[in-house]
Every structure is written in structure tokens, then in C-alpha cells.
């Protein structure tokens, strides 16, 4: 089944204490993308990335690293996570960009 | 930033009525996307429509663009209760440089009551 799987679905940790989120998909798409989502803020692109080594800063990549090592994972990491990260984060990937994305399940992230 | 801005915030219909959602964007862009997200969940493309098109239809969603306006509606026909759900508007920018961004609307959030 073509999907992107994010993992884990949800995360207790605390302040400053490294975490990661991966992300993969199985339809070899070019374009891959980190969100999160937060009441009344909608969604929010972190980082983009449209090939293998090539990432980009979306609109709120503070606090946030990535990196594209291989065509299917673009894992999200989050050095020393602060309580303001906490959200519900969504990967997402696409063919190209004239296509629309597919997206993961989510990962509600809680930094206490 | 936010792109686009959603129009309703709120949608209350009987089943079996159209809804009507519109999507307001700032920037010229590549093509604009509907996607569709159930609460708490991963959100679902519904349809894309290109700079260069005007109308899409695709089973009972029908979207128009227009680009003069900055503007696209989604029309969702004959509702029923499982179209319950928020509706976002994204559109793929054209930027100065070759990267190009997905950047989502604020929503309208769809009840269809039984």
C-alpha cells in the first residue's frame, strides 16, 4: 500500500532531552515536508526537501533539523525540544510539485 | 505565513445540500490544492487545479480558480453526514528561486447534520 508512515504516533518527553521523528514513504516521490498544526495557527511548513540532499527552510524551522539522506526517509529532529514545540507534526510527500502530497497519520509531540 | 484565508471558519448543512467553501491567496502561484482532514487525522487530497485552468470537477467536488481575484471556491454536492470534516485550501507558490512551497489556508471546518 503506497504510504507515508510516520512514527511514533505520539511522544511524552521532556524539555531539552534530543528526540526524532521519522517519516518514510514507499512511492519513491521527489518532494518531501514537515507541518505542524496548532489551534488557530492552521498548519505550518518546518522544512521541505525536493531531493536527496536537497532540503529547504519552510516558514517556521526554528528548532528544527532535517535531513535527506535517502530518497524514502526524511526524519524531523528536534535537538533540545522546548514546550512551545509541542504540537501534532505531519510528514508529507509528493511526485512533484503539479501533484498533490500524501500524508502521514501525525505525530502528537508533548514537551513537558 | 499563511497563504490563504478560509471562507467560512464554520459550515452548518443538512445532508443532501451543497457546500459552498472559498479560499483567498496573496501571492501568484503554480496550482492551488483542497485537502480534507478528519479530526485529529492526516489530511487527504481531494483535487488540484493548475494556474492555468478555471474549473475541476472530480465525482461531487467542483472547484473553480481564479487567478485575476486571487480566489478559488469548493463545492461539495449533494453532502451526506461522512463529509463532515475541515477543508483546507494550499497553493504551491511561484518563488524567485527553483524551491517551491506548499502553504495551507486557514480551514473551514464542515458539519453536515443528518
Not at chain 1, 518532494?31 to 489551534?39: A, E, K, T, V
Not at chain 1, 509528493?94 to 498533490?100: I, L, M, R, V
Not at chain 2, 451543497?18 to 479530526?39: D, G, V
Request: hydrophobic share 30%.
Amino acid at each position: 500500500e503506497a504510504q507515508v508512515t510516520q512514527n511514533p504516533r505520539y511522544l511524552i518527553t521532556v524539555t531539552g532531552k534530543k528526540l526524532t521523528v521519522t517519516c518514510s514513504q514507499n512511492m519513491n516521490h521527489e518532494y518531501m515536508s514537515w507541518y505542524r498544526q496548532d489551534p488557530g495557527l492552521g498548519l505550518r511548513q518546518i522544512y521541505y526537501s525536493m531531493n536527496v540532499e536537497v532540503t529547504d527552510k519552510g516558514d517556521v524551522p526554528e528548532g528544527y533539523k532535517v535531513s535527506r539522506k535517502e530518497k524514502r526517509n526524511f526524519p524531523l529532529i528536534l535537538e533540545s525540544p522546548s514546550p512551545n514545540q509541542t504540537s501534532l507534526y505531519f510528514c508529507a510527500s509528493s511526485p512533484q510539485e503539479s501533484y498533490g502530497y500524501t500524508f502521514g497519520s501525525g505525530t502528537r509531540l508533548t514537551v513537558v | 505565513s499563511q497563504q490563504g484565508e478560509e471562507d467560512p471558519q464554520a459550515l452548518s448543512i443538512q445532508e443532501g445540500e451543497n457546500a459552498t467553501m472559498n479560499c483567498s491567496y496573496k501571492t501568484s502561484i503554480n496550482n492551488l490544492q483542497w485537502y480534507r482532514q478528519n479530526s485529529g487525522r492526516g489530511l487527504v487530497h481531494l483535487i488540484l487545479i493548475r494556474s492555468n485552468e478555471r474549473e475541476k470537477h472530480s465525482g461531487r467536488l467542483r472547484v473553480t480558480l481564479d487567478t485575476s481575484k486571487k480566489s478559488s471556491s469548493l463545492l461539495i454536492t449533494a453532502s451526506r453526514a461522512a463529509d463532515t470534516a475541515s477543508y483546507f485550501c494550499a497553493t504551491v507558490s511561484i518563488s524567485s528561486g527553483s524551491a517551491r512551497q506548499l502553504t495551507f489556508g486557514s480551514g473551514t471546518q464542515l458539519t453536515v447534520l443528518p
